[in-house]
């Protein structure tokens, strides 16, 4: 019988009402009692690093995840994470970028109702994410949720109080889970295998942890990030006023790529994206439209930012991922070649286009 460590760190799932709404009240030691079908599928071990809402969620908390996966790696054959729902996608993505190529699955999952809910939904995701952990074919960081497996870098919740939460943005699911059987998609595709230095990093890691079939763990982010969502009319000052706090930001466009050429105000979009990044900064250009992607060549009003250097583009992926992976990127390096490498680098099914 496999061993899985049961991260707990609040959420939804482990909330009860107090007078004052919904809060994390039970423990992971509780929440793993309710379901006493788990004793059947796994051998688990719980530990309790945080008892939060998601809501307060922060990079930091996502660091403290991962340490304590890596910490009990070598001891464990899978490691399921209680998570709340409203910035899972985000931690997912983060955990995907910390710990690269794992061959031992994380997997995320939470509910939309707390345990102790009598229509609760928080029983069978508990279960069938530990059946999707135990699994040999299991790899890398998803989320089990609703019945389905999502790549951590693709999921974003969709609804707020259905109990299929989570949608696979851009991407197939990973697998359909129906009661304790698990459908694998044939359409997904086997990950990018690393390069020659990333196996030379890899080796590395595993030299010093004992073990050559580890992933690479990382231990660095740079929260100096944020998104920022273009609407009509506004003032593209908004730049220079974010410069002091943030080194990159993630400009959200409309349609394919398209930015306007002008603000409210007269102001032009053009001087300010580039003397944001003539100053050092990054921008990652994706587009709020959910599906389908970036394309910065097709439209005049996108094609003027398409090379010009330091603006990355975003292709296919989430903003939760693009979030995540330009922290990760930018606490790697701050040259300007090596993070354009570490960007484009597909991880964890992140992105399946060339840029």
């Known amino acids: 019988m496999k061993h899985i460590l049961l991260i707990a760190t609040g959420g939804t799932i482990a909330s009860a009402e107090d007078g004052n709404g919904l809060s994390p009240a039970l423990t992971g030691e509780e929440l793993a009692l309710s379901v006493p079908e788990i004793e059947g599928v796994c051998e688990l071990k719980i530990v309790q690093p945080m008892n939060i809402d998601s809501t307060n969620m922060r990079p930091a908390d996502w660091l403290r995840i991962a340490r304590v996966i890596r910490e009990n790696y070598h001891a464990h054959d899978g490691f399921v ?3 709340g729902t409203d910035t899972m996608a985000y931690t997912a993505a983060a955990l995907s970028y910390l710990i690269q190529d794992s061959p031992k699955p994380i997997v995320l999952t939470g509910s939309q109702q707390p345990m102790g809910n009598p229509f609760t939904d928080a029983k069978i995701n508990l279960y069938q994410s530990l059946v999707y952990a135990t699994s040999d074919r299991s790899r ?25 939460a989570f949608n696979s943005i851009n991407y197939p699911v990973l ?23 990333d196996r030379a990093t890899t080796a590395m890691a595993g030299a010093m942890d004992g073990d050559a079939a580890v992933p690479r763990f990382y231990a660095e982010l740079n929260s100096r990030v944020c998104a920022l969502k273009l609407t009509p009319g506004l003032a593209p000052d908004i730049l220079r006023l974010l410069k002091p706090d943030y080194d990159a930001v993630i400009l959200e466009t409309f349609g394919m790529g398209g930015v306007p050429e002008r603000g409210a105000d007269g102001a032009s979009y053009q001087e300010a994206i580039f003397d944001w990044v003539d100053s050092g900064r990054t921008v990652v250009m994706t587009t709020q439209v959910p599906e389908e992607g970036l394309d910065l060549g097709v439209y005049e009003v996108g094609r003027t930012y398409a090379e010009h250097p330091g603006i990355l583009k975003g292709g296919d992926m989430t903003t939760e991922a693009l979030v995540a992976k330009t922290m990760w990127a930018l606490g790697q390096t701050r040259d300007a070649d090596e993070l354009r490498r570490l960007f484009y680098r ?7 286009d060339e840029w």
């Open 81 to 83: 994470v209680l998570h």
């Open 140 to 164: 890398d960081v998803s989320i089990v949720f609703g019945g389905y497996a999502i790549a951590g870098t693709r999921a974003r919740k969709q609804r707020t109080m259905s109990f299929n």
């Open 175 to 197: 697998a359909y889970l129906r009661q304790d059987k698990i459908i694998r998609s044939g359409s997904v595709a086997t990950p990018t295998g690393p390069t020659a230095g």
């Open 346 to 352: 597909p991880i964890n099914h992140d992105r399946v």
